[in-house]
């Protein structure tokens, strides 16, 4: 084919019409793209706002059409436009601070959470009605965990090791390692009331993610309390966490560590049952604070002769829990669409629950979105009042002493345990090397072997 030679007039013409180039930017000039970074310092600056960006950099990013998503009239309308396509997240921090975050799947804002109670909530408004939902609930939860192979999984005459008994104020403690999975070991301590009494509730509590683990000293307060009441109460390490860490292939943020935790949960109850006689399965109860309180429903999902339940500060319905341990099965996508709350709903009504939140972390929309929800799905049965929410609006994201103390009211009551011995000025908190089931720095040892049916 001949080619054509333009007039030279006609040569300026392409040359001035071609599309500009951005200096210094990746990408077809035509899309005119910029840095994330560069973005969000000129809507600080057109703004007079700040912007946080702790859990990514920006520097990473890049955005096409950058300035053509900005609105000058509102920086809420310009957020919008520049983080959707990066599937990141804004929110507003008070004043003149936002912060921007990767979208996670497993937190909503509490509107959001209000709203999916809403929406739940219209497809049932009478028992018959919920028993359907919570029939489906509770299957395609069950499906989605996917327990039974861990259980078919377990070690068939598991390893006990036990240390030594140590005597207190109305309560002895003794270090467990339970084999769970052939050579994985689940560690935990066992409180004991000292005074005769018979048959004894079991508390059974799953630690959760603050510093120390299941050896910090709040947790022994509780523990050492509710075995002075008149229960056998018993706590275990989180996965990765603690002394069972030596003998697990992976670190604790492996998305295995929700149905392992799971497990070990299942595991302690089972062995706790079967190694003491004097435990009474009719008064079997579970708490937890945090990702503990998500072990606890996750603890009752399996077994239904948990009839009393106290999770604290936290299973919220716009936050499923930021960790892998609690979110790596996505329990609040089962039946077409659930959450958190309905899911505790399905597992405890009309059993007696208390929740304990407080207005300084997530659980601050307790009193005006969950529990409302969950009182209602009580007052099917005619059991409103067996649903409970402790508020305190001063406090924060911890198991401290006011919620500790709610709980052993609610226990008193429901599981009949003696509220006038529940003073923790008699509790010894020990040191972390008397509660360890293994020696910190020394190999896992032989120990002794225990079947089930026995106990030092």
């Not at 408004?125 to 489906?136: F, T």
């Not at 209602?376 to 500790?404: C, M, Q, S, T």
């Not at 020394?442 to 072997?449: L, N």
Request: charged share 25%; with cysteine; proline share 8%.
């Amino acid at each position: 084919m001949k080619r054509i030679a333009l007039p030279a007039f006609l040569l300026s013409l392409v040359v001035c019409l071609a599309p500009p180039c951005v200096s210094g930017q990746p990408g077809p000039a035509n899309r005119f793209r910029r840095s994330l970074a560069g973005v969000l310092s000129g809507i600080e600056e057109r703004f007079d706002v700040r912007i946080d960006c702790r859990k990514f950099s920006p520097d990473t990013l890049a955005l096409d059409f950058a300035e053509m998503r900005i609105r000058p009239w509102s920086v809420s309308e310009t957020l919008d436009e520049v983080t959707r396509p990066l599937d990141l997240k804004w929110s507003h921090r008070g004043g003149n601070r936002y912060r921007i975050e990767p979208y996670e799947y497993y937190r909503r804002t509490p509107e959001q959470g209000r709203r999916i109670l809403e929406w739940l909530s219209a497809g049932y408004d009478d028992r018959e009605s919920w028993e359907r939902r919570r029939a489906a609930v509770l299957r395609e939860a069950r499906e989605r965990l996917d327990m039974q192979p861990l259980y078919d999984s377990l070690a068939a005459d598991p390893q006990v090791f036990l240390g030594e008994v140590r005597r207190f104020d109305g309560y002895t403690t003794q270090g467990y390692a339970l084999e769970t999975l052939p050579g994985v070991f689940v560690c935990g301590t066992v409180y004991a009331p000292i005074r005769p009494g018979g048959r004894r509730p079991l508390i059974v509590s799953p630690a959760g993610h603050w510093p120390g683990g299941r050896l910090r000293p709040d947790q022994q307060y509780r523990m050492a309390t509710f075995a002075r009441m008149g229960a056998v109460a018993v706590d275990l390490d989180i996965v990765g966490w603690g002394d069972g860490a030596r003998t697990v292939p992976f670190p604790h943020e492996d998305p295995r560590s929700m149905r392992l935790q799971a497990l070990w949960s299942k595991a302690v109850t089972d062995w706790a049952v079967a190694s003491r006689p004097e435990i009474d399965t009719t008064r079997m109860a579970a708490t937890g604070g945090s990702g503990g309180a998500t072990h606890v429903l996750l603890l009752a999902l399996q077994d239904d002769r948990f009839r009393v339940l106290a999770p604290v500060v936290h299973l919220v319905a716009h936050f499923d829990g930021g960790c892998p341990c609690e979110s790596a099965v996505p329990l609040s996508t089962v039946a077409g669409g659930s959450c958190i709350p309905e899911l505790l709903a399905a597992v405890a009504a009309p059993n007696p629950l208390l929740a304990v939140s407080d207005s300084g972390d997530w659980t601050a929309s307790w009193p005006e979105s969950e529990y409302p929800y969950l009182q209602r799905i009580w007052g099917f049965y005619g059991a409103a009042e067996r649903v409970r929410n402790v508020h305190l609006p001063d406090e924060r994201h911890d198991y401290g002493a006011n919620k500790r103390r709610a709980v052993y009211e609610f226990f008193a009551r429901e599981l009949g345990l003696d509220l006038d011995r529940a003073d923790e000025s008699r509790v010894t908190v020990q040191e972390e090397g008397a509660l360890r089931s293994f020696p910190e720095g020394a190999p896992v040892p032989a120990g002794r072997r225990v079947k089930y049916g026995k106990r030092r």
